[in-house]
């Protein structure tokens, strides 16, 4: 009896993580670009050997200086350099009703954060849970820090 309990609470368990695992992964669909390498470099965010580089299809950047909306579908990444060396990637990625997917205490209009290794898989850092928080107070340039920069880039 006492292990056909603990068998069905180990069930129960394992069904409430698999629910927790589905729900995360529907909350977060950003996902590397595979055009990344036709992205171009539109803000430089380097101070000493650290900082970030931040880049956008070039089509995304001509829709931001056209002073237009970005569309579902838009890409941004952000590069992280910590002593010289490039150390992996953060993305945002926008969809038709994303937003509806997040909490809204933590929505960020229809972006969705994720931060990526160097080998383009997800990874989880203590920054990955912030990424909305810090972006939610620039809600009035669409949730980015680098809109005047791609308005103002010149190729
Ligand atoms: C503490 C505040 C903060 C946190 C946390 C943060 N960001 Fe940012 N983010 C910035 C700033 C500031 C910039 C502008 C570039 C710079 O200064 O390096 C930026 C720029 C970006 C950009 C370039 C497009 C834009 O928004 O202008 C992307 C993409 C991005 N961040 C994604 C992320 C992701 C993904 C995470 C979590 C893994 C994250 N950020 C966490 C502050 C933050």
Request: charged share 25%; aromatic share 10%; glycine share 10%.
């Amino acid at each position: 009896m006492s292990s056909f309990r603990s068998a069905l609470l180990a069930l129960v368990g394992a069904t409430l993580l698999i629910a927790n695992g589905l729900a995360a992964t529907a909350a977060n669909r950003a996902t590397f670009p595979k055009d990344f390498k036709q992205m171009v470099m539109y803000g430089d965010y380097r101070r000493g050997s650290g900082g970030e580089l931040a880049y956008a299809l070039k089509e995304t950047i001509d829709i931001a200086k056209a002073g237009k909306p970005l569309p579902p579908g838009t890409r941004l990444v952000l590069e992280i350099y910590n002593d010289g060396a490039l150390t992996g990637y953060f993305v945002m990625e926008k969809g038709v009703d994303w937003g509806l997917e997040v909490d809204e205490e933590k929505r960020t209009g229809d972006w969705h954060f994720q931060e990526f290794g160097l080998d383009g898989e997800v990874k989880r850092s203590p920054i990955a849970e912030r990424c909305e928080a810090c972006h939610q107070g620039q809600e009035s340039n669409d949730f980015m820090f680098t809109r005047d920069r791609m308005e103002a880039y010149l190729p």
